[in-house]
């Protein structure tokens, strides 16, 4: 019995060590030696620190800065939760968001919906609206716009809020990617941002956009995929060419 036993168990043996340990070797030594900065994550640094990766997105909120594409992977951006809504293109969730009562009690957006993030990205950018009721009706003590009332208004079954821009959204600007990590957004969607960012940083609208212009990725090979703007690696340039005094 251990004359037949002997052979596979020396294949196995030998199988083991070439797949299982020579084989990452050779292949980790090739993509580092080939590929130095994506096989160690494709991480961006800034003065020797780590900033993020170029292939995860992140949140960036502040007007100085170009506002990423939504996510839908955990609490934004999350990569160990990476996902989409996997809601409906009729989903009142998703076209209107909904809200939940948090540990204490209080009332908070549970998912914030398209039609809230067309709100915030009319506002944010100065496009030109038209709302069925005043949005100075739902802003906060501080003069911000509160998520929950919004939500509240659009899911009114006898009244619900009519918001209409009277301008293009880009589509990613309100709606997540399948991963909810999607680093890029669209070269439409950055340049309606352009305006914001070069006010909050008291440049020029073209100069800002000529940044743009030059971090647009084209469609790999010619026609693989579309055209696109990295907003880590643009913000990031933005901090350098064009700093904000704190």
């Known amino acids: 019995m251990l004359k037949e036993l002997g052979p596979g168990l020396r294949l196995t043996i030998v199988f083991t060590v070439l797949t299982g340990l020579v084989y990452p070797v050779v292949m980790t030594g090739l993509s580092e030696a080939i590929f130095p900065r994506q096989s160690k994550g494709s991480l961006v640094t800034v003065n020797g620190k780590v900033v993020g990766s170029s292939l995860i997105g992140q949140a960036f909120a502040k007007p100085k800065y170009f506002h990423p594409r939504p996510s839908a992977a955990g609490s934004g ?20 968001g909904t809200t939940k009562m948090d540990d204490k009690k209080n009332e908070v957006v549970d998912f914030d919906g398209i039609a809230l993030r067309i709100v915030h990205y009319c506002v944010d950018n100065d496009i030109p609206y038209e709302s069925s009721v005043p949005l100075e009706q739902f802003k906060d003590s501080h003069g911000d716009l509160d998520d929950v009332k919004l939500i509240k208004a659009f899911n009114d ?39 914001r960012v070069a006010k909050a940083r008291g440049v020029s609208a073209d100069e800002v956009k000529q940044l743009i212009s030059q971090f647009t990725e084209r ?5 693989l995929g579309e055209p696109r703007v990295n907003v880590l690696l643009l913000n990031v340039t933005l901090d350098q060419r064009f700093p904000v005094s704190k």
Do not use: E, M, R
């Open 77 to 96: 951006y999350d990569a160990t939760q990476s996902g989409a809504s996997n809601l409906g293109p009729t989903s009142a969730k998703l076209l209107h």
């Open 157 to 195: 079954d006898k009244a619900p809020l009519v918001f209409t821009p009277k301008a293009p959204i880009p589509q990613d600007a309100v709606t997540a990617s399948a991963s909810g990590l999607d680093p890029h957004i669209s070269p439409a969607n950055a340049d309606t941002q352009a305006t």
């Open 219 to 223: 469609s790999d090979w010619g026609f």
